[in-house]
């Protein structure tokens, strides 16, 4: 157990690109996507240090099913804002940790595991910041308003970011403050436009996202043949 970790589980998302059910309800493996990462984080942190940002009008039934499959858990809920930022200040305020390591995570990444939130934590305590991470394998090509080839784009020191994403808890309430407005995208380009390093972390497992109907395939899939080897 890692006493000075929080982590913050961002679930509050509009699911746009999914289709009209919230994808982070859909089944997986018997429970809901959402459920996956907190069941797996939950035995790494101290009771009480972990939040679960859900908009506002769904947070009722995430609280509900949470309750039915982790019975007496210790999670802290908040709503969801405007945006991911303000939903992450609002969970990030909810945590009582003054000092340590904060670790954020997409609901919708449910194969990360505690092994790999203990690895990402280690190299952010070493240097206050690091992000889950994998390599691109695909050949890049940079393109014109019209898609048409410009040039070629060195993949060797390309990553695709993923979470969770850990960061030194003091640094990143700082990180918040200086945002003035800003939406980043993610939660190690708060960091970064703060001034604070942020190392990349190979994930070293599959660690997809569920963003479009075909991902929830692919998820399970991938569940069973982890089930079946």
Same mark, same amino acid.
């Given at each position: 157990?890692?006493?000075?970790?929080?982590?913050?589980?961002?679930?509050?998302?509009?699911?746009?690109?999914?289709?009209?059910?919230?994808?982070?309800?859909?089944?997986?493996?018997?429970?809901?996507?959402?459920?996956?990462?907190?069941?797996?984080?939950?035995?790494? &942190?101290?009771?009480?240090?972990?939040? @679960?940002?859900?908009?506002?009008?769904?947070?009722?039934?995430?609280?509900?099913?949470?309750?039915? #499959?982790?019975?007496?858990?210790?999670?802290?809920?908040?709503?969801?804002?405007?945006?991911?930022?303000? $939903?992450?200040?609002?969970?990030? *305020?909810?945590?009582?940790?003054? $000092?340590?390591?904060? *670790? &954020?995570?997409?609901?919708?990444?449910?194969?990360?595991?505690?092994?790999?939130?203990?690895?990402?934590?280690?190299?952010?305590?070493?240097?206050?910041?690091?992000?889950?991470?994998?390599?691109?394998?695909? $050949?890049?090509?940079?393109?014109?308003?019209?898609?048409? @080839?410009?040039?070629?784009?060195? !993949?060797?020191?390309? #990553?695709?970011?993923?979470?969770?994403?850990?960061?030194?808890?003091?640094?990143?309430?700082?990180?918040?403050?200086?945002?003035?407005?800003?939406?980043?995208?993610?939660?190690? %380009? &708060?960091?970064?436009?703060?001034?604070?390093?942020?190392? =990349?972390?190979?994930?070293?497992?599959?660690?997809?996202?569920?963003?479009?109907? %075909?991902?929830? =395939?692919?998820? !399970?899939?991938?569940?069973?043949?982890?089930?079946?080897?």
């Amino acid at each position: 157990m890692i006493s000075d970790l929080g982590v913050i589980i961002a679930a509050g998302g509009s699911s746009q690109r999914y289709g009209s059910r919230d994808k982070l309800l859909e089944d997986l493996a018997g429970i809901p996507v959402f459920l996956h990462s907190i069941r797996a984080f939950l035995p790494v &942190i101290a009771p009480g240090n972990m939040v @679960i940002a859900v908009r506002k009008e769904a947070l009722e039934e995430f609280r509900r099913l949470t309750d039915g #499959f982790l019975p007496g858990n210790t999670i802290r809920w908040v709503s969801g804002g405007a945006d991911r930022v303000e $939903s992450v200040k609002n969970a990030l *305020a909810a945590l009582p940790l003054t $000092s340590g390591l904060v *670790a &954020i995570h997409d609901a919708a990444r449910p194969l990360a595991t505690a092994q790999l939130l203990e690895k990402v934590a280690e190299y952010a305590r070493r240097c206050g910041g690091a992000v889950a991470a994998s390599k691109v394998v695909d $050949s890049l090509k940079l393109a014109d308003d019209t898609g048409l @080839i410009v040039s070629p784009v060195a !993949r060797d020191r390309m #990553f695709c970011a993923e979470t969770p994403q850990v960061f030194d808890i003091e640094k990143y309430r700082i990180a918040c403050d200086k945002l003035a407005g800003a939406v980043p995208t993610d939660d190690a %380009e &708060i960091m970064r436009l703060a001034g604070f390093p942020v190392v =990349l972390v190979e994930s070293g497992q599959w660690n997809c996202k569920l963003t479009a109907p %075909e991902d929830l =395939l692919k998820l !399970r899939q991938l569940l069973r043949g982890v089930s079946n080897g």
